[in-house]
């Protein structure tokens, strides 16, 4: 009986032991994949990392030689200017500093969202506060002058919703500058509505649309469909980042006939405290 005991104690042991192995291996295994993802983490975030330095490279490297070469210009004493080439050297001196100024700003909402994403959700009229924002925007250059700017609502002047002001300013600016910068002429339109217990804020352009082959990748960063166009390609990406940080989402809406394209910023209505 006593060898039984032993044969039964060494099987137990052995199983135990395999159990053990057992466990090691497949832990072995998952932070190998854990290891595996970070690293691919790490190779993508190095990766967007020098796209964005790219990016801005690029972007700002054009108008610093605009306006490096016409203020040599204007400085040389042995050059004859007219008023009319002063005047227009001057507008785009400014005109590219602006763009510097923008550009700046766009790489900013990177380290704002964080902070904006943080605040509490406060009381206002819906309509006033979509209306402030549309009248403050400036449509920019003169290229821009032929577009109309509009707001439609299907709330009362009077309605209350709770609102986290800073980010819902930046999500609706990056949403009408997107469309003013693919719109060269017709109408640029926010409108705002209510369904399903869900604020609807959607903003409608005349412009080139988004081609069935880039729906969905309009919404990566540093994607943009015209290379040309100014901007760093991270306005459409960060709205919808800081939507779902709400609860919500941005997203284009493949319902729409056109011209152009819409799309909609969708967020919980929040119940009053």
Known sequence: RRHLYAVVAIAVL????????VYIVQTRHRHLREMRKAYQRAIESDKMKTVFIQNVSHEVRTPLNVISGFAQVMADPSR?????????????VVHNSTRITLMLDEVLLLSSHESAADEDAVPLCCNEFLRKIVNEFHLGDEK???IQLNFKTELSDDQIVNIHIRGMRLIVLQLLDNAVKNTTNGTVTLKVSVANSQLLV???????????????????????LDPFKEGLGIGLP????????????????QTYLGPGAR???????????
């Open 202 to 224: 959607a903003v409608e352009d005349t412009g080139i649309g988004v081609p069935d082959d880039e729906i969905d990748h309009i919404f990566e960063r540093f994607v943009k």
């Open 80 to 92: 004859t200017i007219t008023t009319d080439e002063y005047r227009y050297m001057s507008d785009m």
């Open 263 to 273: 799309f909609v910023l969708v967020l919980p209505l929040l119940k009053q405290q």
């Open 238 to 253: 960060f709205s919808r980042t800081m939507a779902q940080r709400f609860g919500g989402n941005v997203c284009l809406d």
């Open 144 to 146: 821009n002058q032929h």
């Open 14 to 21: 052995l199983l135990l032991l395999v159990f053990a192995l």
